[in-house]
């Protein structure tokens, strides 16, 4: 039997399939969630050269990286949530590996996205299921709402009252995670949740109920329109931190181009 793993490798020298970059760059300018200001803030991300062909190291370059795990294009390990804190396996350096490679749904709402606190429904996917089949168990669902292709404040779009972004209303995680044992939710605002997803029952619904579960989270994605409803796979695995919540990530989406 032919290795699979030849293949794909033909696949990819071919161009039979498409690797494609979900990732944000990670920038001193990238935005960090905001929260109420009587909670912890996410540091700022700081890239401090150390040298660059110069006095400091004449023939190399590097720099001191600092940053909150939960910048950028990043993932969330169930740990991250209270929900999720007494599970085994529940950090970015225990999870299963396995669980870094899997395949995607993707459900377009960048028209219903015009509308900052749209929500996600049931309603939304069942339609989605009915055009493109019933979601696997352990897929990524991508909520595509075009909100990366914005810059600077539009997209982290702050109010007096916090962040207004789209997400998922309670009752599609809950059954997301019950009714279709999806292995995560991605997104491409800084939150899994919608921005206003703070005043949603429970709190921060994909948060609650993804990591309750053992289930994971990607945010500040980018590009989803380039991907097709079913047939991606996503590769999404974070840096191996000693007892992380999360980590900032490339994530990139294999394609089979028809
Ligand atoms: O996981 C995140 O980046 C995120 O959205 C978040 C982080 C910390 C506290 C609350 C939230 S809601
Ligand atoms: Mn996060």
Redesign the pocket.
């Known amino acids: 039997m032919t290795n699979p793993l030849t293949l794909l490798v033909s696949a990819l020298g071919s161009g039979a399939v498409e690797v494609v970059d979900l990732t944000q760059t990670l920038r001193e300018d990238s935005p960090t969630?905001v929260l109420p200001p009587e909670f912890g803030a996410s540091a700022p991300v700081r890239i401090e050269r150390i040298s660059r062909y110069d006095a400091n190291g004449p023939a190399w370059y590097w720099n001191n990286l600092n940053f909150g795990e939960?910048t950028g294009t990043?993932f969330?390990a169930p740990v991250?949530w209270f929900t999720g804190r007494d599970l085994p396996l529940n950090t970015v350096d225990t999870l299963p590996v396995a669980d870094m490679i899997a395949p995607a749904c993707v459900i377009d709402c960048s028209a219903e996205s015009a509308d900052p606190d749209f929500l996600l429904t049931i309603a939304h996917v069942e339609a989605w299921e009915a055009k493109h089949g019933r979601i696997p168990a352990r897929s990524w669902v991508l909520m595509r709402t075009d909100w990366s292709k914005r810059q600077g404040a539009a997209y982290a779009n702050l109010r007096d009252d916090g962040a207004h972004t789209p997400g998922p209303d309670a009752a599609v995680m809950r059954w997301l995670v019950d009714e279709r044992g999806i292995l995560g939710f991605g997104t491409e605002t800084i939150?899994?949740d919608a921005g206003q997803g703070g005043h949603l029952t429970p709190p921060y619904p994909a948060h609650h109920y993804l990591h309750g579960a053992g289930r994971y989270?990607l945010?500040c994605l980018a590009a989803l329109d380039r991907l097709p409803p079913t047939g991606a796979v996503i590769l999404a695995a974070p840096l191996k931190v000693h007892e992380g919540s999360?980590s900032p990530l490339r994530v990139l989406a294999l394609i089979p181009k028809e």
């Open positions: 969630i939960h990043h969330d991250h939150g899994t989270g945010q999360g």
